[in-house]
């Protein structure tokens, strides 16, 4: 767990659900922090610092090309 970073911050638990897939896709091990307290209490998300995405050092650079690319991917965007 010491070698987990903070790759992204997400508000609701929805905006999870499709960077989960994409992660377990690629067979990259990842962490939710706080996602059950946010999912029982969405309006406590911001005291909570949010959802926090955190990925070993090791697969840090190929998650960054995965949310890039997901960001830029119109047909996947999370409005």
């Given at each position: 767990?010491?070698?987990?970073?903070?790759?992204?911050?997400?508000?609701?638990?929805?905006?999870?659900?499709?960077?989960?897939?994409?992660?377990?896709?690629?067979g990259?091990?990842?962490?939710?922090?706080?996602?059950?307290?946010?999912?029982?209490?969405p309006?406590?998300?911001?005291?909570?610092?949010?959802?926090?995405?955190?990925?070993?050092?090791?697969?840090?650079?190929?998650?960054?090309?995965?949310?890039?690319?997901?960001?830029?991917d119109?047909?996947?965007?999370?409005?």
């Amino acid at each position: 767990m010491k070698e987990f970073i903070t790759v992204a911050i997400f508000n609701y638990q929805h905006e999870t659900f499709i960077i989960k897939n994409l992660l377990e896709q690629e067979g990259i091990k990842f962490i939710f922090e706080n996602e059950t307290l946010v999912s029982i209490d969405p309006f406590a998300s911001i005291a909570y610092g949010g959802i926090k995405l955190k990925v070993h050092s090791n697969d840090l650079e190929r998650v960054k090309q995965i949310l890039d690319s997901f960001k830029n991917d119109n047909h996947l965007k999370i409005v």
